[in-house]
């Protein structure tokens, strides 16, 4: 279905009703399009029950990439493929062979040296070692034996075969029943049971690495991006934190994405509520009744072990009212996060979820723009002004990438002007005019890099992190325990880390498997990298 094309209105005549209609319309006419939208979703879901197939999908150009630049020109004049390397001039080299020609030499022939020919192989076979542990008797009656060797942990598979399965698991997305028969057809003697016990037993020095990994992020860091996703678990939706930047991605699932949730994340696995100057500045911020606020400052500084205790401190002063409560509580809970090493000058960028709007906060550019974006022109009135504006935005995107390389006092004041000529235009679009107000009364959040250029103009990092998420949820659903949810969320924290810190996931799970931690902890590589910027 077609939009209606609206004749044009002489400004004369937009009275105050016919504005009111003309929005109206618009927002009818983009709803139509939503529904459209949903409509075609689930004719495909349908197709693919029945074994057809869905619609073909075109996928857009980046947002990123303006139109007119050319992917040669965006890589510096550089075409794919330019640069070649010796492939296999730094490969180890496990097995040498002389081969001889085939026919025989004729006599007299002179020896001209060797032409070198690498080829590149696996060995994937099954390695069984019995261990015959010697056993003796004292001539006192004790019985000793001899040990295992430390890395196996007293079980029956060796590091390899168990960084094996927790690499394919958690990095290439294998699921149990397939590496079950993967393993059988290699000659492995393993049970269904046995891989579930390999994938969630005995973590703990992982879990402990990737919440000391969270701590270091944040103690090591100016700026980071968030974002969440739905993530099943039990049957029932629950929600995937991201928290990251480029040296650190942590994951962490819960059945709640409120803002009280994600201040519980951000205390870095403490448990306590605290009353101090950064609380009694929160509450003033969002307009706790400076009665109850007097209240509970009555005796600050004071902490409160735990999440009972708070409640019924709650309880004590007579806070009853849904909102007031939690009010205090995040108060309460960004204190214990500051007093835990988190920075209180940290920027927090996000695509405009309410959860994530403490600290100082910061909007991710390319989701502000899809307000504009997804704006539904209705006659060649409104393309016009609508293609003008989001020109516009992105040539000021481009401006404020350019501030961050070289910022300047004057550039500062100069972009500031721009920002506002932007966001104060008045269209033909009212749909577009009203866009614009809402982003315009974001200014301090979409402009913060102007005082700070190391924030982050968009939240890809964040997109890209929880991008795994979503696929796995597409393959596998859910987790069924809590026990798989938490090893879940570690592993995707410590693969993803380890690849923004240029460490092999595959060298790191071996290194900590077996015992020999060559590779130093992953707190202490954060913050060797973020220390030169």
């Not at 060797?149 to 149990?176: D, K, R």
């Not at 870095?268 to 009694?280: C, F, I, K, P």
Request: charge should be neutral.
């Amino acid at each position: 279905m077609r939009a209606p094309v609206l004749p044009e209105i002489p400004e004369a005549e937009q009275t105050p009703w016919v504005k009111l209609l003309l929005e109206m319309v618009e927002e009818l006419a983009r709803r139509v399009q939503e529904l459209e939208e949903e409509n075609a979703q689930l004719k495909d879901e349908i197709s693919v029950l029945k074994g057809q197939k869905k619609r073909p999908r075109f996928k857009s150009s980046k947002m990123d990439d303006r139109a007119g630049k050319s992917s040669k020109s965006r890589r510096g004049g550089e075409r794919p493929g330019s640069k070649k390397r010796k492939k296999t001039q730094q490969l180890e080299i496990h097995q040498e062979e002389v081969v001889a020609p085939s026919e025989e030499v004729p006599p007299g022939s002179r020896f001209k040296g060797y032409r070198s020919f690498v080829v590149q192989d696996l060995v994937i076979r099954a390695h069984n070692t019995r261990y015959r542990l010697e056993r003796w008797e004292t001539p006192d009656g004790r019985v000793l034996t001899g040990q295992l060797p430390p890395e196996l942990g007293g079980g029956h598979f060796g590091c390899t075969l168990l960084s094996y399965v927790l690499y394919q698991h958690h990095h290439c997305q294998v699921t149990q029943p397939l590496l079950l028969e993967q393993l059988r057809e290699w000659g492995i003697d393993i049970s269904a049971g046995q891989i579930d016990h390999l994938l969630s037993s005995d973590k703990e020095p992982f879990h402990e690495e990737k919440d000391a990994v969270l701590r270091a992020g944040l103690g090591a860091s100016s700026v980071v991006t968030v974002d969440d996703t739905g993530a099943r678990h039990q049957g029932k939706n629950g929600y995937t934190t991201h928290i990251g930047n480029e040296f650190f991605a942590w994951f962490e699932t819960t059945e709640s994405k409120s803002r009280i949730n994600f201040l519980e994340l951000l205390r870095t696995g403490a448990h306590d509520y605290r009353v101090d100057e950064q609380a009694l500045t929160y509450w003033q911020q969002h307009k706790l009744p400076k009665a109850l606020a007097e209240q509970l400052a009555a005796r600050a500084p004071q902490e409160f072990a735990d999440k009972a205790a708070w409640e019924a401190h709650l309880d004590d002063l007579d806070i009853t009212q849904a909102r007031h409560r939690k009010i205090a509580t995040e108060g309460a809970l960004l204190a214990s996060a500051i007093h835990h090493g988190v920075p209180e000058n940290l920027a927090i960028v996000s695509d405009d979820a309410g959860q994530f709007d403490v600290l100082c906060h910061a909007l991710c550019w390319i989701h502000a723009e899809r307000l504009v974006h997804k704006l539904i022109p209705l006659n060649d009135q409104h393309r016009e002004d609508l293609d003008a504006v989001r020109g516009q935005i992105w040539d000021f995107y481009d401006e404020l990438k350019r501030y961050q390389n070289s910022p300047s006092p004057e550039r500062k004041v100069e972009l500031e002007a721009q920002f506002e000529r932007i966001f104060t235009t008045r269209t033909r679009f009212e749909t577009l005019n009203q866009a614009l107000k809402r982003l315009h009364r974001n200014k301090s959040e979409l402009l913060l890099v102007l005082e700070r250029p190391e924030v982050y103009l968009h939240t890809n990092n964040s997109e890209g992190d929880i991008r795994d998420y979503v696929k796995r949820r597409k393959v596998s659903g859910g987790t069924r325990s809590h026990l798989g949810r938490r090893c879940r969320d570690t592993f995707a924290s410590l693969k993803k880390t380890c690849r923004k810190l240029r460490v092999s996931f595959w060298n790191y799970l071996h290194d900590r498997l077996s015992g020999q931690y060559d590779i130093p902890p992953l707190p202490e590589l954060i913050h060797q990298n973020a220390k030169p910027s």
